[in-house]
């Protein structure tokens, strides 16, 4: 089966000399380089994954350079399931949240040992949410508004994949309150998390039940799948943490983001240098494709 091989860098310090390219497509008796981005991106079809992938692919590392081989069959996809957290937005929210309740410190290192995958996800969520108890429902604003930004080429991720056709979801572990406003801001088709209680004002302490966690993400995605008619195959996934491995691991092209060690342990794709347009182009999509 022949198979893709994407190489790309950072868009903002592009650095892909087409010199390193050329030779390892010459070493793997690659086709013909197919830049999508000057010296950002590029690709070569192969006849297979070589033997080697894993060590030339730690080795472009060191050159700040992100390596995808994949078939080149079905690379296209028609739906985008993203995590929401530190994957579309370069926080995470609770983190915020806690940081103005006075608890930042102690809620980051929970969100941190949660999302690398050394305590449960729910139990973590219930302890960090009940550090929040008493904080007014008006800081979510605020924090919306001066704390949270959006993760470089997200935009233009989704814009582009609903262009050619795509559906896109956003499925956070995070709070409704968030998912709702940057699903609108980046153009999302529908979102999903958790919710947090408030009662007169303020935060409870307390998130509604059931909790959204690892398992609830990839309900989403046999659920939103079988409503658009599509297969699992169809979907590019998209996350940073452990809550995020299954549906990375069951969606047709699953890539760990700037991941956590033990996420990008498990993940088949890893982008550790680009942004979220890595996504369009190991998809094929070229730099001038994109939508606005």
């Known amino acids: 089966m022949s198979h893709v091989v994407t190489l790309l860098t950072a868009p903002s310090a592009p650095s892909l000399e087409p010199a390193a390219a050329e030779a390892l497509r010459n070493a793997w008796g690659g086709g013909a380089i197919h830049w999508l981005a000057p010296d950002e991106a590029c690709e070569f079809e192969v006849p297979g994954c070589p033997v080697n992938l894993a060590q030339v692919w730690q080795d472009l590392q060191a050159l700040k350079i992100d390596l995808v081989c994949q078939p080149a069959e079905g690379r296209l996809k028609r739906m985008l399931l993203a995590d929401m957290d530190s994957t579309m937005i370069q926080q995470e929210c609770i983190d915020e949240l806690a940081d103005e309740a006075g608890v930042g410190e102690r809620v980051k290192e929970i969100t941190a040992r949660a999302m690398n995958g050394e305590l449960d996800f729910e139990g973590a969520l219930i302890e960090r949410v009940s550090l929040l108890k008493g904080l007014p429902e008006a800081v979510i604003a605020r924090v919306l508004a001066s704390r949270i930004s959006h993760m470089p080429g997200g935009r233009e991720l989704v814009a582009t994949m609903r262009a050619n056709g795509g559906y ?125």
Request: proline share 2%; charged share 20%.
């Open 168 to 292: 896109a979801a956003l499925v956070s572990g995070g709070f409704t309150a968030f998912t709702g406003a940057v699903a609108e801001a980046l153009g999302f088709d529908e979102h999903r998390a958790n919710t947090l209680l408030i009662d007169g004002g303020t935060l409870t302490g307390e998130v509604a039940r059931p909790i959204l966690g690892r398992e609830a993400k990839v309900t989403a995605l046999e659920e939103i799948t079988r409503r658009l008619g599509i297969n699992e195959s169809d979907v590019i996934a998209v996350g940073d943490g452990a809550n995020d491995l299954g549906m990375i691991q069951r969606a047709g092209t699953g890539v760990a983001l700037h991941a956590k060690p033990s996420v990008q342990a498990e993940a088949e794709h890893r982008i550790n240098f680009g942004d979220l347009t890595a996504l369009l182009y190991i998809q094929g999509y070229a730099k001038t494709e994109f939508a606005a």
